[in-house]
């Protein structure tokens, strides 16, 4: 069982910065694959970005280039930086963390970038 809990969320003016965390309990840590996923108000919830066990990134077209993920597996923590900050940012973001058929969700944290 692995539990993630996010926090790092808030308030921001466009073109702001935040960084979101993800501290998950349990063993095993590195062997997750981490991914960040939002969801905005009326939409269903997207994938934002992914590091694997060995470390390789990915990211959604929409926040390639401004947003960085991160993982401390000494900490038992993935970051997720993100920079340039949108309206179109604004959305509950959530931690997943996966390993085979493992997979658990963060309860999730707000976003809100005003227009």
């Known amino acids: 069982q692995v539990q993630l809990v996010e926090s790092g969320g808030g308030l921001v003016q466009p073109g702001g910065s935040l960084r979101l965390s993800c501290a998950a309990s349990g063993d095993m840590f590195s062997l997750y694959t981490m991914s960040w996923y939002r969801q905005a108000p009326g939409k269903q919830r997207e994938f934002v970005a992914v590091?694997?066990?060995?470390?390789?990134?990915n990211y959604s077209d929409s926040v390639k280039g401004r947003f960085t993920i991160s993982r401390d597996n000494a900490k038992n923590t993935v970051l997720l930086q993100m920079n340039t900050l949108k309206p179109a940012d604004t959305a509950v973001y959530y931690c997943?963390?996966?390993?085979?058929?493992?997979?658990?969700w963060g309860q999730g944290t707000q976003v809100t970038v005003p227009s």
């Open positions: 997943k963390s996966r390993r085979y058929q493992y997979v658990y």
């Open positions: 590091v694997s066990s060995d470390g390789v990134t």
